[in-house]
């Protein structure tokens, strides 16, 4: 990437001008970053990983805790029983410098390969620089990565050391490096009150909230390194009670367990209470008054639930309410439309045809019938009077009389099918039209 704001392009002059690694870095790291391993034979053979010397070694004392050292190259080596006889191994280390006012960590890969009876081969790179200028604003060199996503080992070496836009696995190569002993520190972080330690957080984190956060600077300083460490890691709550934290210091409150402290200001805060009042943040027994805040949550969400189901409940019964009125009304404009016609049956002594006289008959016919009657609420329609042609109590079919024309307009049995009665039902219904015509006109 092309480096393109002012303090990129500083930043990758002043990289330009910096030393490669040097071979006594390089040689730490391979001391101190990977293993040296003495594989020992069931023998009682001992061969060194790091020169391949072979030598015969009775010390019962000599094991993977204690160790023993190479006579050839005076390596330190872990003894392990194994018939394993090769060792690859990748690790990371930084070394931490300044350069113009910048300070800077350089991160290194360091490989080594060791095969049984040959020297170890050891490869050493630098992949990441870290620049972290006065006020805690980081910007990344490094090499491009490689294609396999996964592995962070993966590097595209070929590639340059340029100005590249910020990826996490910067901050992991950091965090699980090693940190070369000798350290130069830029006087803002000394004065914030960096003194060495890293007290377990990796190095680009705390640099980076020393120069750019006071609540940590001040953490630092007053030696509350374990609240330090924890507003580091849970930024949203140095920034939402960090006030608050300041009021129960300022009135003597020990916090025993901060993580605890800051959950139980949420729930206060859920609860609607004033978190800067130290009646309320500072508690004379603290785990009572965190159950309390937490049963009284749990009692909150109960009363809440509580009221929409009740909600639910009156809105369901409103709906059943309306449902009943539509169906009342339904039935008072059906027997408006067509009571005239009730009783009215026109038969031939085997066949009777009668008129559907209810909502629920409609009902009951489209059911048996398996027809659209009720379905498509032919009971609401003006011009058409349904008549039900039955044998005894037994349903034929179903007959549509258009009240315009007095002429059977559909007549199906089940399923819409005809039966064979059919045509006889429409002859009969339509050569008795008069009838229906003197309900019409009564
Ligand atoms: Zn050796």
Redesign the pocket.
């Known amino acids: 990437m092309k480096p393109k704001t002012k303090i990129q392009k500083e930043v990758a002059r002043l990289s330009a001008t910096l030393h490669p690694i040097s071979a006594t870095q390089e040689q730490w790291a391979m001391r101190h970053c990977v293993e040296h391993i003495g594989y020992r034979t069931k023998k009682g053979n001992i061969t060194?990983s790091?020169?391949g010397?072979q030598w015969h070694s009775k010390s019962e004392l000599c094991d993977s805790i204690v160790g023993c050292t190479?006579p050839?190259?005076g390596?330190e080596l872990k003894v392990q029983d194994t018939r394993k006889r090769t060792n690859k191994e990748t690790q990371y280390f930084s070394v931490i410098t300044v350069c113009k006012g910048y300070q800077v960590i350089r991160v290194s890969q360091v490989r080594c390969e060791s095969k049984k009876g040959e020297p170890m081969k050891f490869f050493c790179s630098e992949v990441v620089q870290r620049w972290i200028s006065p006020n805690g604003i980081v910007t990344d060199m490094a090499l491009l990565r490689g294609f396999n996503f996964y592995y962070c080992d993966t590097w595209a070496w070929e590639s340059q050391m340029e100005v590249r836009p910020h990826n996490s696995l910067y901050d992991d190569v950091v965090a699980w490096g090693n940190v070369y002993p000798k350290m130069k520190i830029v006087p803002q972080l000394k004065r914030n009150g960096f003194k060495g330690d890293f007290h377990g957080i990796s190095p680009i984190r705390l640099f980076k909230s020393l120069l750019s956060d006071p609540r940590i600077e001040t953490l630092m300083k007053s030696g509350e390194i374990e609240d330090m460490r924890y507003f580091i890691s849970n930024p949203r709550n140095a920034d939402e009670l960090w006030t608050s934290y300041l009021i129960a210091k300022r009135h003597h409150y020990s916090i025993n367990n901060l993580s605890m402290w800051c959950d139980y200001l949420r729930m206060l805060q859920t609860l609607g209470q004033d978190l800067r009042n130290p009646k309320n943040i500072c508690p004379e027994d603290f785990i009572e008054a965190h159950d309390k805040a937490n049963r009284k949550i749990e009692a909150k969400r109960e009363r809440e639930r509580a009221a929409e189901r009740r909600r639910w409940e009156i809105e369901n019964r409103e709906r059943e309410q309306q449902r009943l009125l539509q169906e009342k009304k339904n039935e008072e404009d059906f027997i408006n439309l067509k009571s005239k016609f009730f009783g009215l049956i026109i038969t031939d002594e085997e066949i009777s045809v009668k008129v559907l006289e209810s909502i629920d008959e409609y009902y009951n016919e489209g059911k048996v019938q398996n027809i659209c009657v009720f379905g498509s609420g032919y009971y609401k329609k003006a011009d058409t009077l349904i008549l039900s042609a039955r044998i005894g109590d037994e349903i034929i079919e179903t007959v549509e009389v258009d009240l315009r024309t007095l002429k059977v307009v559909q007549c199906h049995g089940k399923h819409n099918q005809d039966t064979e009665y059919h045509d006889r039902i429409i002859n009969l219904v339509n050569s008795n039209a008069d009838k229906i015509r003197k309900r019409m006109t009564a």
Do not use: L, V
């Open positions: 060194c790091d020169c010397h190479c050839k190259c390596a």
